[in-house]
């Protein structure tokens, strides 16, 4: 029987597929097309302290092999998410992870001090590289001091595992990731959308109120993959792949650069079922080649 559990050192999953924050909702909206118990995590839609109504629309633009969003991280707040959602949510033998926001390094850790006093959390996915959401004109995983003032805070304020999800727009992320990994984060989710614009030639104007979205889905995956491969190379902690994974042989593509998890994001908007599909090829890629334990093809990368 092939055995496709990862162990990301703090928490175990039962494969290496997880539900990305964004285009799952919070899990729930998806339980009437797949089974959620099969997936190995779920990461719940952005959640600042307060409710948050998000951009104006429209918030979507359909760009060449992939899509640009502008929603502005809309959530409900911890409040309704602890009394309403999460109770739901425990009834569920998958990890759930929580993606949390913050307009200021406070909040973010104002939100994990709320929720830590709740169970059936397993970690949390510290959203500082959102490109449509400004912190003061400037995302904290643009730079090494930001990034680590803001996880060095929130580790101390969190009882969990902490995951920080960095952002593609930046010179050198390797050095990014560096500085997350000093600052205390258990792992790294590699990455958010890239920041990207489309244009309407018969008003010219930008298709986007906020002018500016992110970009993600499979146009990205090989930009990803690059940089999942250059962090993995210098950092000591589990490092999850996200950007363009449609299918099984995308996420191998991940695990086998160095990955040892992955999200799925924009597939989810295309095939409501693509999470328990890429787990099936997994499956099906491992009988295949002799495979016993996914885990063994995980940073397999050959250089010639």
Known sequence: MTDLSIDLGFIKLKNPVIASSGTFGYGLEFAPFIDLNKLGGIVVKGLYFSPRPGNPPPRLVEAA?????????????????????????????????VNVCGERDEEYASVVEFLDKEEGISAY???ISCPNVDKDGVCPALNPETTFSVVSLV?????????????PNVTDIAEIALSAQEAGTDALSLVNTFLAMAVDVETRKPVLPNVFGGLSGPAIKPLVLRMVYQVVNRVKIPVIGIGGVLSAKDALEYLISGAKAVEVGTANLIDPEATVKIIDGLTEYCQKNGINKIESIIGTLKRS
């Not at 580790?155 to 952002?167: F, G, M, Q, V």
């Open 65 to 97: 092999s992939g899509l640009i969003n502008a929603v502005g991280l809309q959530g409900v707040g911890v409040k309704k998410f602890s009394e309403e959602i999460l109770p739901e949510l425990r009834k569920y033998n998958t990890a759930v992870i």
């Open 125 to 127: 996915e510290l959203n």
């Open 155 to 167: 580790k101390k304020s969190s009882s969990r595992p902490i995951i920080t999800k960095l952002s």
